[in-house]
């Protein structure tokens, strides 16, 4: 594809959703903008979670930009709370 095709923005994705920004047969990339609070299930192997921006908890662990974590596919609630940006990957 071209640069043009390429290229797309995120900034005013909907807000509390888990958005999938990029999605092949090997990963998929997801964005996450939490205001409040937000919950979602998931049954992936795992969730690699990069704060952004903001600051929060993440199943009631204190989280905030710059942290990484990973959620293995035993958490199968996810609990969200403050405001914050969130990059998820999988496979």
């Keep these: 594809k071209s640069a043009e095709d390429s290229v797309r923005h995120f900034a ?3 807000v509390n959703s888990v958005v ?3 999605e ?3 990963y998929k990339v997801s964005k ?3 205001q409040g609070s ?3 299930s998931q049954d992936n192997p795992f969730l690699a979670m990069s704060i952004l921006d903001g600051a929060g908890k993440v ?3 204190d989280v905030k ?3 990484h974590l990973i959620l293995p596919n035993a958490v199968k609630n996810v609990e969200l709370t403050g405001d914050m940006r ?3 990957s999988t496979i």
């Design 12 to 14: 005013d994705a909907e």
């Design 20 to 22: 999938c920004m990029y």
């Design 24 to 26: 092949c047969k090997y």
């Design 32 to 34: 996450i903008s939490v």
């Design 38 to 40: 937000m919950q979602f």
């Design 59 to 61: 199943n009631g662990f």
């Design 65 to 67: 930009k710059g942290d």
């Design 86 to 88: 969130i990059i998820v």
